[in-house]
Nanobody, 127 residues
Framework: QVQVVESGGGLVQVGGSLRLACTTS??????????VGWFRQPPGKERDFVAA????????FYTASVKGRFTITRDNAKNTAYLQMTSLKPEDTAVYFC??????????????????WGQGTQVTVSS
């Protein structure tokens, strides 16, 4: 069973920074072969795509609202993907979820039925 755990969330002021981490573990986990996506769900809204990184290259892409402010990276030796968030805005407030094992296209990331979700980490940006 593969587990995905997000960490690094918290309360930050407008303009501040946070770095989220997504770590996979467990029997059968092959992190280095997973595409990884970050999603977020603001209060009362649906879960939306934020950023993704492929298992090879690695290629990355972002939703327009975070481009230039967020950076997704990965460290296969640590089975961890990161989301560095800078210049945070109140509208970035959400629960952030990591998905591992999704299908990645040229500019899309689709969670797979065979992929894995974490439990989420809360990010709150105060004005």
């Amino acid at each position: 069973q593969v587990q995905v755990v997000e960490s690094g969330g918290g309360l930050v002021q407008v303009g501040g920074s946070l770095r989220l981490a997504c770590t996979t573990s467990g029997r059968g986990s092959t992190f280095s072969r997973y595409n990884v996506g970050w999603f977020r769900q603001p209060p009362g809204k649906e879960r939306d795509f934020v950023a993704a990184i492929s298992w090879s290259d690695p290629a990355t892409f972002y939703t327009a609202s975070v481009k230039g402010r967020f950076t997704i990276t990965r460290d296969n030796a640590k089975n961890t993907a990161y989301l560095q968030m800078t210049s945070l805005k109140p509208e970035d407030t959400a629960v952030y979820f990591c998905n591992a094992g999704g299908v990645m296209g040229e500019s899309s990331y689709t969670p797979s039925d065979y992929g894995y979700w974490g439990q989420g980490t809360q990010v709150t940006v105060s004005s």
